[in-house]
């Protein structure tokens, strides 16, 4: 069992940064994918990025290309979330789930087996 906690979520103003973080605890996840999902109030959850489990392989919704970061440390049990010039439309709840497929990413929420509680970003205009 990998159990998944995000953190670093926030209010931010509209052109702003923030960093989340994804971090598991139990088993390592370290062969393990980790994707990101994010989920708006009135919409479906939708997939913002994922890493492979040795972070060579990325891939990034095209909303959020250019803008957004992922990266993981391995030997902190972390994934990390880098999100810059934040607009109102990225506001949601943000999870973090781990597949473990760990050499591919996959952007089918269904396909990962543990979820995160979800961390709030909310971006002010």
């Known amino acids: 069992q990998v159990h998944l906690a995000e953190s670093g979520g926030g209010l931010v103003q509209a052109g702003g940064s923030l960093r989340l973080s994804c971090t598991a605890s139990?088993?390592?996840?370290?062969?393990?994918?980790v994707g990101w999902f994010r989920q708006a109030p009135g919409k479906e959850r939708e997939f913002v990025t994922g890493?492979?489990?040795?972070?060579?392989?990325?891939d990034y919704a095209d909303s959020v290309k250019d803008r957004f970061t992922v990266s993981r440390d391995n030997a902190k049990n972390t994934v990390y979330l880098y999100m810059n010039r934040l607009q109102p439309e990225d506001t949601a709840v943000y999870y973090c789930?781990?597949?473990?497929?760990?050499?591919?990413?996959?952007?089918?929420?269904?396909?990962?087996?543990?979820w995160g509680q979800g961390t709030q970003v909310t971006v002010s205009s």
């Open positions: 789930a781990a597949d473990r497929t760990g050499h591919r990413v996959t952007t089918t929420a269904s396909v990962y087996i543990y």
């Open positions: 139990g088993r390592t996840f370290t062969h393990y994918a």
């Open positions: 890493i492979s489990w040795g972070g060579e392989i990325t």
